[in-house]
């Protein structure tokens, strides 16, 4: 009998998650990167290096601008995001622009 409800209750705990129960959007906190293909660079970068004030937001904004001309390549951008939010997850502003600032100034 104890068997039986062990086995159950394994049973049920691997399945649950195949069920989608524990699914929820990009938009409750969770990152899903299907939903994060979807958006620009701008909200990318706004979202994810969780940037607080208007100055990140300026230079952020000046990033973006920066890679549609040309300046700066994207494949520099997104290495840079990636250390960033490996590195603090909470505010990883701060290591995102000193990354860029590192990774340009090696390009040139």
Known sequence: MRTTVFR??????TALPLTGYFRTTATGGVFNRT?????????????????RNSEDRAYI?????????????RRLVNAAYSYARRRRANY?????????????ARRC
């Open 35 to 51: 939903s994060a293909r979807k958006l620009s660079l701008s909200d990318q970068l706004k979202l994810g290096l969780r940037a």
């Open 92 to 104: 990883p502003f701060p290591y995102f622009r000193r990354a860029l600032e590192i990774l340009t």
């Open 8 to 13: 159950a209750l394994v049973m049920f705990v």
């Open 61 to 73: 904004e000046s990033v973006v601008k920066s890679v549609e001309r040309g300046k700066i390549p």
